[in-house]
């Protein structure tokens, strides 16, 4: 009975060891995820719906539709596709922006609401940088399919692709006129590198060839002004020209840090971009910013 009586005690005393190890083991145990509110961006691009209650961005290889006034964001993509550079149709009813999940970067669209997205171009190219005409009919966008990167126009109802420019330097960040008649990019031709503006039938003109780095060109709603982000040795900022005589003015301060991408627009004289971090809301002509506050 004694034997008995051991043989129990020690299965049980084996027991009580094997609890406490378990649970020391679970206590000590690192946390495997954790919750982050985010409030900043870094090198994220934003595009103001059409009715200018949306604001689409790119955080973290992801797209996010949040308030134009501000607010908790909601993502309309998954993680896994480097999503970037995001462009609202003209009827505010999708997204189209470039992302990686084929292993290539190609041009898809989603829903406002989210979904699964459409796969718009495909190939062994890269392609980048989407924006809708007017008539929301076609898309622009830059491709490396020539052999180098030019500007590509997709036709929608038919996926016909167009080669717009042919010149043996890298041309890209297309954009429509708010007429849908001209398109603005940019292009590091050795000759003569800047921002550029083509017109059907006409010859690509030169409209600033700036020293610095330029990317991200938009029409100011009358088609008068491109603005534009320069990067040059001092500062990464937010520049205009006019387009008739090429007069050009830096619209930012140094101490601030533009993100290369196309801004928007609220109004003819108000207009979304980002940087240090922040969407900011501006008017032609102010010193100073607002802040639209953001969070996910």
């Known amino acids: 009975m004694q034997t008995i009586y051991s043989f129990f005690s020690s299965i049980i005393a084996i027991s009580f060891v094997l609890v406490s190890l378990l649970k020391s083991a679970s206590q000590a145990a690192p946390i495997d995820s954790l919750r982050v509110t985010v409030t900043e961006g870094t090198n994220m691009a934003a595009d103001l719906s059409p009715d200018k209650k949306s604001i689409a961005i790119d955080l973290q290889g992801t797209i996010w539709v949040l308030p134009a006034s501000g607010g ?3 993502p309309i993509t998954d993680p896994l596709g480097d999503c970037r550079q995001p462009s609202w149709s003209p009827d505010g009813k999708q997204i189209a922006f470039h992302a990686f999940w084929d292993g290539r970067y190609h041009i898809w669209a989603v829903s406002k609401e989210g979904g699964k997205p459409k796969q718009l171009t495909t190939g062994i190219y890269d392609d980048r940088e989407p924006h809708w005409s007017p008539d929301g009919k076609q898309l622009v966008f830059a491709s490396d399919r020539g052999g180098n990167y030019d500007i590509w126009q997709l036709t929608l109802a038919d996926g016909k692709l167009t080669q717009l420019t042919q010149n043996p330097g890298n041309d890209f960040s297309p954009t429509f006129s708010p007429d849908g008649k001209q398109i603005a990019f940019v292009s590091d031709r050795t000759d003569a590198p800047g921002m550029y503006v083509l017109s059907v039938g ?25 603005f534009y ?14 387009v008739t005589d090429s007069k050009a003015q830096m619209l930012t301060e140094v101490s601030e840090d533009v993100f290369p991408f196309r801004a928007s627009w609220f109004s003819a004289d108000e207009y979304l971009y980002t940087s240090s971090g922040s969407i900011k809301r501006r008017k032609v002509g102010s010193s100073t910013a607002q802040i639209i506050l953001f969070r996910r």
């Open 72 to 74: 908790t964001a909601h």
């Open 202 to 226: 006409q010859p690509e003109k030169l409209v600033s060839s700036s020293k610095g780095k330029l990317v991200g060109p938009s029409w100011q709603p009358d088609g008068s002004h491109l």
């Open 229 to 242: 982000n320069v990067l040059n040795n001092s500062q990464s900022g937010l520049e205009m020209v006019t």
